[in-house]
């Protein structure tokens, strides 16, 4: 059975059950907003300063929101920067949508060789 979290409607007028599902499309759409990343290529490109390494993976504990994500980026690019910067985004994406609820978010980061 599919895990939710149930979020508050601010204006009275019920509760939504988000899935684990929706949170990963979620993630995964604002990780593709950010410039530079590529989520199918093996080898990053010219043009391309990161990339999707792994499948996102989303956890629900006790109505927290745990994303987990794993990039590969260019050896030449700012770490700081780009998680930093995917985790705006990412926060920017589960607020707008869900307007409450906890979220943990953990970048793991590896260089390209």
């Not at 093996?42 to 504990?61: C, E, G, S, T, V």
């Not at 994500?69 to 589960?94: F, G, M, P, S, Y």
């Amino acid at each position: 059975m599919a895990e939710y979290v149930i979020v508050d409607n601010l204006t009275k007028k019920g509760k939504i059950g988000i899935s684990y599902l929706a949170f990963e499309k979620l993630v995964n759409d604002a990780i593709m907003n950010v410039p530079g990343i590529t989520k199918s290529s093996r080898q990053l490109k010219k043009d391309q300063r990161f990339r999707l390494n792994r499948p996102i993976k989303i956890n629900i504990k006790n109505g927290v929101v745990n994303v987990w994500v794993a990039i590969e980026i260019d050896a030449k690019t700012n770490e700081k920067e780009v998680t930093t910067r995917l985790e705006k985004e990412i926060h920017l994406a589960l607020n707008e949508t869900t307007e409450q609820v906890p979220i943990d978010i953990k970048i793991k980061v590896e260089k390209a060789k």
